[in-house]
């Protein structure tokens, strides 16, 4: 099945079991309102820069998602959603995870060592982690015991994006065309990236990432014209970094508040045009 076929959902002969049409689709990118785990609408070996951020479990109140499950639950669903995209991927396509470090929320658990000896155990290969400093410990309230050793809390301010791959880490496919320049290509080598996080309230979604971050992953490990894909859209920040990156993307999202969002941030931000509403 060609690049074509992949970006223009609606001419592939893989249709989706719960919709005939992708919520949006326009000037290569698309955006589908589906379920990961049982999405049948995007070609097996399609992709060549997955880059997300999932659910963290810590009870944030998305409109369709449940976030406070059992951590064994949590470790279950990322299993699944893990081999789902790896399926989904080129053999040399890369996977930009980020993931919280640790999480004390409803226990102490060492989320971003689970999360990785899981994704080795469906089939990703590990390559490197870059930590993503949000610059952000005034904003912290939990200490523990304060000033005393009898129960103090260590809290990094900090998060990860962990760089795996399928099956090879050279690309030798795709347009072979890079458009990141000298200081970035310095600067983002360094795996500690230094930027602020995103505001819930300008965005209007509770948990979202701010654009720099998938802008990096998308100029640093993929070619422009390569397929980027998000499997957990939210507000659609992951696609407005590939239209403006002249990157393909397509986005899966659950809820339909969340699509509408994504579509119109993408008409605002990106400037795809409301008239391509398929």
Known sequence: MSDAQLVYLKESKIKPKNASKPYFSKKNIVILNDNILTIDSIPLSSLDLIITSPPYNVDINYNSHKDDISYEEYLDFTAKWLKKCFDLAKDDC????????????????????????????????????????????????????????????????????????K???????????????KDEFMAW??????????????????????IELPRRCIKLFSFVG???????????TTLVAAAL??????????????????????????????????
């Not at 099956?167 to 320049?181: A, F, L, T």
């Not at 080598?189 to 701010?210: C, D, L, Q, Y």
């Not at 390569?226 to 659609?236: A, K, N, Q, R």
């Not at 994504?262 to 795809?272: C, G, P, T």
């Open 94 to 165: 890369r996977f930009c995870l980020n993931i919280p470090l640790d999480k004390n929320k409803g226990g102490h658990h060492s989320v971003y060592s689970d999360i990785i000896n899981l994704a080795k155990k469906v089939g990703w290969k590990y390559h490197s982690t870059v930590v993503w400093n949000e610059q952000n410990m005034s904003k912290r309230t939990a200490w523990g015991s304060w000033l005393s050793a009898s129960a103090p809390h260590v809290i990094a301010p900090v998060e990860m994006i962990a760089v795996l791959y």
């Open 167 to 181: 099956d090879k880490w050279k690309k030798e496919g795709g347009s072979k065309k890079s458009d990141i320049n």
């Open 189 to 210: 080598t360094n795996g500690v990236w230094n930027f602020n996080g995103e505001s819930k309230k300008r965005i209007g979604h509770p948990a979202p990432f701010p």
């Open 226 to 236: 390569d397929v980027i894909f998000d499997p957990f859209l939210g507000s659609g």
């Open 245 to 278: 990156t002249k990157r393909r993307g397509v986005g899966v999202e659950i809820d339909k508040t969340y699509c509408e969002l994504s579509k119109q941030r993408l008409i605002n931000e990106a400037k795809i045009t409301q008239s391509t509403l398929i």
